[in-house]
Nanobody, 123 residues
Framework: QLQLVESGGGLVQPGGSLRLSCAAS????????IGWFRQAPGKEREGVSC????????LFKAAVKGRFTISRDNVKKTVYLQMNSLKPEDTAIYFC????????????????WGQGTQVTVSS
């Protein structure tokens, strides 16, 4: 059974960058699309980006297009979310999860959620 662990969060100033990692164990990562989600205090969890099992297809939430990129290394069993030009509104706990395909960023279509990593964008 696939297990996912997020890392790489932290405190960064507006305009800064962070790279989040989602490390997989327990199953072959190649079998799954992986999505990144975030949840800010008092708000619902929302989809940020996903990447297909091959890495050839991606989706992004409109608010992060052009600032975030997603990539994967199936040999290292890790998916990355590179976040540039960070804004205070990007502050949230970031989670990764798996799905059969990267065709949606709906929370209900994903499973095997990690524990999350905190990202805080503040001066």
């Amino acid at each position: 059974q696939l297990q996912l662990v997020e890392s790489g969060g932290g405190l960064v100033q507006p305009g800064g960058s962070l790279r989040l990692s989602c490390a997989a164990s327990g199953d072959i990562l190649d079998n799954y699309a992986i999505g990144w989600f975030r949840q800010a205090p008092g708000k619902e969890r929302e989809g940020v980006s996903c990447i297909s099992s091959s890495g050839l297809s991606t989706l992004f939430k409109a608010a992060v297009k052009g600032r975030f990129t997603i990539s994967r290394d199936n040999v290292k069993k890790t998916v990355y979310l590179q976040m540039n030009s960070l804004k205070p509104e990007d502050t949230a706990i970031y989670f990764c999860a798996r799905a059969p395909r990267c065709t949606t960023l709906r929370v209900r279509d994903y499973g095997a959620w990690g524990q999350g990593t905190q990202v805080t964008v503040s001066s």
